[in-house]
């Protein structure tokens, strides 16, 4: 049973070019949460996928936005890169309805320069 | 509004039970959580405990909720080397909300 993957692995990225990074969560799974891991730092909720809509959203701008497939897997994109966007972004999946169970894939370190 | 606090160092000798500790503000949260965070890795959920729980036992884990005092322990009894890492408590109000992290604890043990 493969658990949440995410693609690639590592990225960098110069000022102001845009991103796409991927997830495919675990299997069973609809739910697919986004989260940014700045380093030294928690990681912040950025949004959550359902049913292909955007549910919930963090306090992040416009510039990131998303997309879930049919096949529950999910991208996150960036415009407009920052050098504060530099971090490890970490896909999450869950099973909507179910126990509160949360399994995250091992993340994109992106780097902006 | 939501807050998870953590103290960011603990330093255990093998062997030992380490003790990590975490606060929170929100008492609407419903669930909250321990994950485990290795160097260049994304996060292990090691448990999770409900609300209305005061204690979780699993292995060598054991979580303790003191929610008059919003209060999360976790406990590793018998601390290997194969722990050290970065451990992160998190809360949310239901199991579709997000995840409000805590900055982590990193655990060292020492051999």
């Known amino acids: 049973d493969a658990g949440v993957t995410q693609s690639p692995t590592h990225l960098i990225k110069t000022r102001g070019q845009q991103v796409t990074l991927r997830c495919s969560p675990k299997?069973?799974?609809?739910?697919v949460s986004w989260y940014q891991q700045a380093l030294g730092q928690g990681p912040q909720f950025i949004f959550q996928y359902y049913e292909e809509e955007e549910r919930q959203r963090g306090n992040f701008p416009d510039r990131f936005s998303g997309h879930q497939f049919p096949n529950y897997s999910s991208e996150l994109n960036v415009n407009a890169l920052l050098l504060g966007d530099s971090a490890l972004y970490l896909c999450?999946?869950?099973?909507?309805?179910?126990?509160?169970?949360?399994?995250f894939g091992p993340g994109t370190r992106l780097t902006v320069t | 509004g939501e807050d998870v606090e953590q103290s960011l160092f603990l330093s255990v000798r093998e062997g030992d039970s380490s003790v990590i500790n975490c606060t929170y503000t929100?008492?609407?949260?419903?669930?909250l959580y321990w994950y485990k965070q290795e160097p260049g890795a994304g996060l292990q959920l090691l448990t999770y405990i409900f609300s209305n729980m005061d204690m979780k036992q699993d292995q060598r884990l054991t979580v303790l909720l003191n929610k008059k005092d919003k209060h999360l322990s976790l406990r590793i009894a018998d601390t290997q080397t194969g722990d050290s890492a970065i451990y992160f408590c998190a809360e949310s109000m239901s199991g579709n909300t997000p995840l409000v992290f805590g900055k982590g604890t990193r655990l060292s043990v020492i051999a």
């Open positions: 999450a999946s869950s099973l909507r309805g179910a126990a509160a169970q949360q399994y």
């Open positions: 299997s069973g799974h609809d739910t």
């Open positions: 929100d008492s609407s949260s419903t669930y």
